[in-house]
């Protein structure tokens, strides 16, 4: 079975107007089941650079959300071992991914903090998270939370 055959996805920016100096609406994630997330961030359009784009968790639903360790954008550092930085004003029509090993740390919910910086226009973003490694395999297009799934 290929591994995203057992996995869930999650809308978590849908695609929508540009925002200028403002945070982007997201949706929480909720881990439970699952070993792995992975956050695609699809940079649109941008005149200026993000404020802040970094994932946060918590044990509850809604509430208590702390920056976990190495998945900052502003400073953190990155998977091959430079100094990560937020998508910039020259950053138009690029891929942000974060990974998370859910293993650790025991965090069940997972938030996206995405702030557009004070621009003439602002920014284009959307986000999907990745929930890999599951207990079971989804079986209903629910399960997988999509609208609909082909498979050949």
């Not at 359009?45 to 190495?70: N, P, R, Y």
């Not at 999907?128 to 079986?139: D, F, Q, S």
Request: glycine share 10%.
């Amino acid at each position: 079975m290929d591994g995203l055959q057992n996995a869930k996805f999650v809308q978590v920016i849908a695609p929508g107007a540009i925002v200028d100096n403002a945070s982007f609406t997201t949706a929480e994630i909720d881990t439970a089941g699952y070993d792995y997330l992975t956050l695609i961030c699809n940079v649109g359009a941008t005149d200026i650079a993000m404020a802040a784009m970094k994932l946060q968790a918590s044990h509850e639903t809604g509430t208590g959300f702390v920056d976990v360790d190495g998945l900052d954008m502003d400073g953190d550092t990155d998977a091959f071992g430079g100094t990560a930085a937020l998508p910039s004003a020259t950053d138009d029509n690029s891929l942000v991914v974060f990974q998370a090993d859910l293993k650790k740390g025991n965090y069940r919910y997972w938030d996206l903090v995405a702030t557009a910086g004070d621009g003439s226009t602002g920014t284009y973003l959307s986000v999907v998270a990745i929930l890999t490694e599951g207990e079971r395999a989804p079986n209903t297009a629910a399960q997988y939370g999509v609208e609909t799934l082909l498979r050949n």
